[in-house]
């Protein structure tokens, strides 16, 4: 048993840049070969973007322990004002609207970030719901946010930067792939340098935080700002890669209890969970619409999969919670630790 410990611990240990390098390489250079229209527009174009969103909640609720239920309001505000930017301000580049449009959401995020310096669990849940009603009217009742549009959706602007032009479902992809990718390398160094500590600090602790030297206030409202900035930024691939229109109803509180679904399922203060739970969420309804029309046939049909995946989707929460609370990146790596180990025993 010991000489197999040993062979174990001497396993060769790739860096850990080499994973997300190859899984890069082969996003950008096989899918967009080998992918098909139906891959890009139902799968992965809606993955990413609620991976990205997932990130972003992860900081907040994951690292910094600050329980949000307005996510989906966060999505709005960065899609509408990105819209608008792009709209009102003459010669703004694309990637500028997106970046201003992440400062709004963040500045949104900040605000309704303050009940958390006196507020917390259950009663900051509930004080973040607010940001959800309150922005979804905000859009719904000033028709300016959406070009006095008479039924309140516009369509998305087109997607190019320095003249060039990211047209079909491929060019929708590299873009929305591009943005993802900046996003969360920063986030995960975010997590891993001191900041990132002080959330968790703050998230394991608040007090013992408070008296090492740690600024508790300014370090949640930060997380709050940084979360909704990522979320926001979320919101504009969502509207103007996948949707490709920009209506309040896409961000209803539905939205908001998907992304923190993602969180809870992928793995919470997990950078790699927001990823492994966004895949299960887009996937998911597909396989279970496939499987259901296959046993069912035609009785299977919209309504009775919207209440089959609530079902089993709840299911699955409640399972996890008990069964894996580090959610599926904690199952993923037992299972390769586990195929290691029995690999270096034959």
Do not use: H
Request: aromatic content about 14%; charged content about 10%; overall charge neutral.
């Amino acid at each position: 048993m010991a000489a197999i410990t040993s062979d174990f611990s001497e396993a060769p240990v790739l860096p850990k840049w080499i994973v997300p390098v190859l899984l890069l390489a082969f996003a950008y250079g096989v899918v967009p070969l080998i992918g098909s229209s139906y891959l890009f527009e139902a799968i992965l174009l809606p993955f990413l973007a609620l991976s990205l969103a997932g990130v972003g909640l992860n900081i907040l609720t994951g690292y910094a322990g600050q329980v949000s239920l307005g996510s989906a309001a966060f999505m709005a505000a960065g899609a509408f004002a990105a819209y608008n930017f792009n709209l009102r301000v003459e010669g703004l580049p694309l990637i500028g609207s997106i970046f201003l449009a992440g400062i709004v959401a963040a500045a949104i995020g900040i605000v309704f970030g303050l009940p958390s310096l006196r507020l917390k669990g259950f009663y900051l849940a509930v004080s973040t719901l607010a940001a959800q009603f309150f922005v979804q009217w905000a859009l719904t009742k000033f028709s300016w946010f959406s070009n006095d549009s008479a039924s309140g959706v516009i369509d998305a602007p087109k997607l190019s930067i320095s003249g060039f032009a990211f047209d079909g479902a491929v060019g929708r992809y590299l873009f929305a792939l591009t943005i993802v990718s900046v996003l969360t390398f920063l986030a995960y160094r975010l997590v891993s340098s001191q900041t990132g500590r002080n959330f968790i600090a703050i998230r394991d602790n608040e007090t013992a935080a408070r008296i090492i030297g740690i600024p508790v206030l300014k370090t949640k409202l930060l997380a709050f700002a940084i979360s909704s900035f990522i979320i926001g930024v979320a919101g504009v691939i969502w509207a103007f890669a996948y949707l490709r229109t920009v209506e309040p109803d896409g961000f209803d509180l539905d939205r908001s209890f998907q992304i923190l679904f993602i969180i809870i399922i992928g793995g919470l203060a997990s950078i790699r969970g927001a990823f492994f739970g966004a895949a299960l969420i887009v996937v998911f309804p597909l396989g279970l619409s496939r499987l259901g029309g296959f046993l069912l046939g035609d009785v299977f049909d919209s309504g009775v999969l919207d209440m089959s995946q609530r079902i089993v989707l709840g299911a699955l929460i409640i399972l996890f919670l008990i069964l894996e609370p580090d959610g599926l990146v904690a199952l993923w790596d037992r299972v390769r630790r586990r195929l290691l180990f029995a690999w270096q025993s034959t």
